[in-house]
């Protein structure tokens, strides 16, 4: 996707530029755009960019401040301690030599060196800058930090040196640091240090590095380097880097339909293929966050209308995903391998980390939004915070004295009402995925297509996120298991057994499929339907390097999830199974495991096969009800791994332990149509459990899961649904295409049939339930033709053009 500033205003920026000149750093300079500034609106600027680093209005003898900016200080001292100059390094653990550089991966190991040295002196300018750090204005401190800038731009960060290994790392990591350092410590630098650190970042990150909206300049990439251009304006006192950055910003606001960036339905996509809510557009909430605060009431305030989308985005794109201060890890790319770096023996970079950064910078966008939304998002964070009791977001060690000072402010602020997130069941077409939310769980589901990657590895992250994307079912309760996948889960899970995945269990390398998503099923059907409470899910599913394929699908209720699957096939000579549960109960969980009213041993490890199982139940967390009663197969283990083996770059390689139990169906060695059925219970104790398997015919009025069509009949809600993978019927419900089908009937007379094509292919649709209705209420566009009485027909024109959303008519019955 290609959209350029206009030719205009990227002459007038560029032309202010080359007038202006590298060496002028007077305080006199004419700006682009019209626009003169003087010194004294560029210090207001760095100190509105030094409040945004350092954060305000904290006490810092209170805590959680008195600790963190005692750890800071220490962590600081250390580095300070460590550095020692030489010709290819600032630290001896920091080495950016290469011994052969070029811009390969194998280079990307000493590019980041650069980055981390820099990061290394932004923490101990911010020590030296904070209050009660202990080595606060300490003159040997500043006078090493200053040392240090300038080794750097003497021996590998200057004009003169070419660019190796990661582009991210000289253009956007590596400047971001250097320029916050620089601005901390300003004071102590002279006119000739500052224009040589600012002759670097431009030969890095020239103005043409977002001359055009594309590459690797999109989305979170985008305002993250329009960062970098607007520091270094305010940090050389040129106002047409400031200009240029106000103005490149533009991009990144309206909706996309392919590639990087904010989509209509909530979606956030980077790296073309890979759903990055939690990371990349964690950076972009953040970036823009500090951008809009700090040019607010300047000559360059970003006023464009096009904001409204970004403000929009934080409950349409980032609350759903935001459970009890977590961040879910399915749209999170490949940022869950992240963890405990090397020698850290706390302060883990996981769901929670993300969710409580991405609740601080909702409060600073808050800012910049209007009264009612600022006030709306800070209750939503207050009750964020008020639920999050596996790890308060008020006092993570991880986060920066800034985000704890505006999650601190929320908590402390007495006039605002916690708010709760309603009741929801939401599908993101645009990246496969789903969030069902209710009082008291909330789940999500990760898939994969020819649109969405089945994973993302890159700079040796993630390194066997293999089937993340063959549909994946995370969930959490209301007020229990909030740590499910935080803390060791992911260097000691199974990864050929994640929860409601259908997987074959051939060997697969690490990073198998190549980097940055690169691998993608050819498929189509991948998505679903729903009235916004309730919703149907479907997935056509091909194996990542294997024969594997399979039909799955899920329904989501109240209370239950209605697991589906059929077509299980495959020709690797090796078994394949689909995965009813593998939930981590932690370093010493003993959770009880029950099948049938049966209380299996306790023992670690244990495993049975259980056949004819009719319901199972793990202790402290849910049920699980089995309609075909096949054999259920079950284990308890402890599993060891470390971070290192899934995050080959920066991983911890202290070994970590934690205990499973899993639950499994076996569909044996290369399966012909095979199939499963099952039901999750969140939080339901054994003897409901039972009570629903029991009279599970009461609930489930009718199910099918063949090769052409899954559908459920709840008459106690109202629900018919199915995904028909071809055209079929379903009870009184047919259809004469592939397509998901949801029909609510509600208490006031009417119906809701909610239709969506997963495919994005088909050119028209019709849909036939044989229930009496009067007459259609409400008419989406693509409507092309209906039909009442004994029974309802609906035509539908070009689905091919709706992006897989869902089409909701409403109906008034007989």
């Given at each position: 996707m290609s959209s350029p500033l206009s030719r205009r205003t990227f002459v007038q920026i560029s032309g202010a530029a080359t007038a202006i000149g590298l060496a002028g750093m007077s305080h006199t300079n004419a700006v682009a755009a019209e626009v003169t500034s003087s010194a004294a609106d560029f210090a207001t600027l760095r100190a509105t960019w030094r409040s945004l680093l350092l954060g305000k209005d904290f006490k810092p003898t209170a805590e959680p401040f008195s600790t963190k900016l005692s750890a800071m200080?220490?962590?600081?001292?250390?580095?300070?301690?460590?550095?020692?100059?030489?010709?290819?390094?600032?630290?001896?653990?920091?080495?950016?030599?290469?011994?052969?550089?070029?811009?390969?991966?194998?280079?990307?190991?000493?590019?980041?060196?650069?980055?981390?040295?820099?990061?290394?002196?932004?923490?101990?300018?911010?020590?030296?800058?904070?209050?009660?750090?202990?080595?606060?204005?300490?003159?040997?401190?500043?006078?090493?930090?200053?040392?240090?800038?300038?080794?750097?731009?003497?021996?590998?960060?200057?004009?003169?040196?070419?660019?190796?290994?990661?582009?991210?790392?000289?253009?956007?990591?590596?400047?971001?640091?250097?320029?916050?350092?620089?601005?901390?410590?300003?004071?102590?630098?002279?006119?000739?240090?500052?224009?040589?650190?600012?002759?670097?970042?431009?030969?890095?990150?020239?103005?043409?590095?977002?001359?055009?909206?594309?590459?690797?300049?999109?989305?979170?990439?985008?305002?993250?380097?329009?960062?970098?251009?607007?520091?270094?304006?305010?940090?050389?006192?040129?106002?047409?880097?400031?200009?240029?950055?106000?103005?490149?910003?533009?991009?990144?606001?309206?909706?996309?339909?392919?590639?990087?960036?904010?989509?209509?339905?909530?979606?956030?996509?980077?790296?073309?293929?890979?759903?990055?809510?939690?990371?990349?557009?964690?950076?972009?909430?953040?970036?823009?966050?500090?951008?809009?605060?700090?040019?607010?009431?300047?000559?360059?305030?970003?006023?464009?209308?096009?904001?409204?989308?970004?403000f929009d985005a934080v409950e349409a794109a980032y609350a759903p995903f935001l459970h009890n201060g977590l961040f879910m890890d399915g749209v999170s790319g490949r940022a869950t391998a992240r963890g405990l770096p090397p020698g850290s023996a706390s302060g883990q970079n996981d769901d929670q980390l993300r969710g409580h950064a991405i609740m601080a910078s909702v409060v600073a966008l808050g800012q910049a939004a209007s009264a009612e939304e600022n006030q709306r998002w800070r209750g939503l964070v207050r009750g964020w915070i008020q639920r999050g009791s596996y790890r308060s977001p008020v006092t993570d060690p991880m986060l920066s004295v800034a985000k704890l000072s505006l999650l601190n402010g929320v908590l402390d602020d007495g006039s605002l009402t916690p708010l709760a997130q309603p009741d929801s069941s939401l599908v993101f077409p645009a990246m496969d995925r789903a969030v069902h939310r209710r009082p008291d769980w909330v789940a999500s589901v990760s898939m994969a297509s020819r649109r969405i990657t089945y994973y993302e590895n890159g700079n040796g992250e993630n390194l066997r996120g293999w089937h993340t994307g063959s549909g994946m079912l995370y969930w959490w309760g209301g007020d229990f298991a909030n740590d499910q996948f935080s803390d060791r889960f992911w260097p000691t899970v199974d990864p050929y057994r994640l929860p409601g995945t259908t997987a074959s269990a051939k060997r697969l390398a690490d990073g198998e499929g190549g980097v940055w998503g690169a691998s993608r099923p050819d498929v189509d059907f991948v998505g679903g339907a729903g009235d916004g409470s309730y919703a149907v899910l479907g997935q056509q599913l091909k194996g990542l390097s294997s024969s594997l394929q399979a039909l799955k699908s899920w329904f989501f209720t109240?209370?239950?999830?209605?697991?589906?699957?059929?077509?299980?096939?495959?020709?690797?000579?090796?078994?394949?199974?689909?995965?009813?549960?593998?939930?981590?109960?932690?370093?010493?969980?003993?959770?009880?495991?029950?099948?049938?009213?049966?209380?299996?041993?306790?023992?670690?490890?244990?495993?049975?096969?259980?056949?004819?199982?009719?319901?199972?139940?793990?202790?402290?967390?849910?049920?699980?009800?089995?309609?075909?009663?096949?054999?259920?197969?079950?284990?308890?283990?402890?599993?060891?791994?470390?971070?290192?083996?899934?995050?080959?770059?920066?991983?911890?390689?202290?070994?970590?332990?934690?205990?499973?139990?899993?639950?499994?169906?076996?569909?044996?060695?290369?399966?012909?149509?095979?199939?499963?059925?099952?039901?999750?219970?969140?939080?339901?104790?054994?003897?409901?459990?039972?009570?629903?398997?029991?009279?599970?015919?009461?609930?489930?009025?009718?199910?099918?899961?063949?090769?052409?069509?899954?559908?459920?009949?709840?008459?106690?809600?109202?629900?018919?649904?199915?995904?028909?993978?071809?055209?079929?019927?379903?009870?009184?419900?047919?259809?004469?295409?592939?397509?998901?089908?949801?029909?609510?009937?509600?208490?006031?007379?009417?119906?809701?049939?909610?239709?969506?094509?997963?495919?994005?292919?088909?050119?028209?649709?019709?849909?036939?339930?044989?229930?009496?209705?009067r007459s259609v209420v409400t008419r989406p566009a693509p409507l092309a033709g209906s039909s009442t009485g004994s029974g309802l027909e609906l035509t539908f024109g070009d689905l091919s053009s709706t992006a897989g959303s869902t089409l909701r008519t409403t109906v008034r019955l007989g």
């Open positions: 200080g220490a962590q600081a001292t250390a580095y300070a301690e460590l550095m020692a100059p030489a010709d290819g390094s600032l630290f001896p653990d920091a080495v950016w030599a290469d011994p052969d550089p070029d811009l390969d991966t194998e280079s990307y190991t000493y590019s980041s060196r650069i980055q981390t040295s820099f990061q290394r002196l932004y923490a101990m300018a911010e020590a030296w800058s904070q209050p009660g750090t202990g080595i606060t204005g300490d003159p040997s401190v500043a006078a090493k930090v200053v040392a240090g800038l300038d080794h750097m731009n003497a021996r590998i960060y200057n004009e003169g040196q070419p660019r190796y290994g990661n582009w991210y790392n000289w253009q956007i990591g590596g400047p971001q640091a250097l320029l916050d350092t620089a601005l901390l410590v300003r004071d102590e630098l002279s006119a000739e240090q500052i224009a040589a650190y600012c002759r670097a970042v431009d030969a890095f990150v020239p103005d043409s590095v977002v001359a055009s909206y594309s590459g690797t300049s999109t989305g979170a990439n985008r305002i993250d380097l329009c960062r970098v251009l607007a520091i270094r304006g305010i940090l050389g006192e040129e106002a047409a880097k400031v200009a240029l950055a106000a103005s490149a910003i533009a991009p990144v606001f309206p909706y996309v339909t392919s590639g990087d960036g904010l989509y209509a339905d909530g979606s956030i996509i980077q790296h073309t293929f890979v759903p990055y809510t939690g990371s990349y557009g964690a950076v972009l909430l953040d970036g823009l966050s500090k951008l809009l605060a700090l040019l607010s009431g300047s000559a360059w305030e970003i006023t464009d209308p096009g904001r409204q989308i970004i109240d209370d239950a999830v209605i697991c589906l699957g059929s077509g299980i096939s495959a020709s690797d000579g090796t078994s394949v199974e689909t995965v009813v549960e593998n939930r981590h109960l932690g370093v010493g969980g003993a959770n009880a495991l029950t099948v049938d009213g049966r209380r299996k041993p306790s023992a670690f490890p244990w495993s049975a096969s259980i056949p004819r199982a009719g319901w199972a139940h793990i202790a402290g967390h849910g049920g699980y009800v089995l309609p075909g009663r096949g054999t259920l197969n079950a284990l308890r283990e402890e599993r060891t791994g470390a971070w290192r083996d899934i995050n080959s770059a920066s991983g911890s390689t202290a070994p970590v332990t934690s205990r499973y139990t899993t639950l499994w169906f076996d569909h044996g060695t290369d399966p012909v149509d095979e199939g499963y059925a099952y039901i999750l219970l969140p939080g339901a104790s054994a003897s409901s459990t039972a009570r629903r398997a029991g009279g599970l015919g009461r609930w489930l009025a009718e199910y099918t899961h063949t090769p052409e069509v899954h559908g459920v009949r709840i008459p106690a809600l109202g629900i018919t649904a199915a995904n028909f993978w071809a055209a079929g019927r379903f009870g009184r419900l047919s259809a004469s295409a592939p397509v998901s089908v949801l029909i609510r009937e509600r208490r006031d007379g009417t119906a809701v049939v909610c239709v969506s094509d997963p495919t994005r292919l088909r050119k028209s649709v019709s849909i036939a339930w044989d229930r009496p209705v």
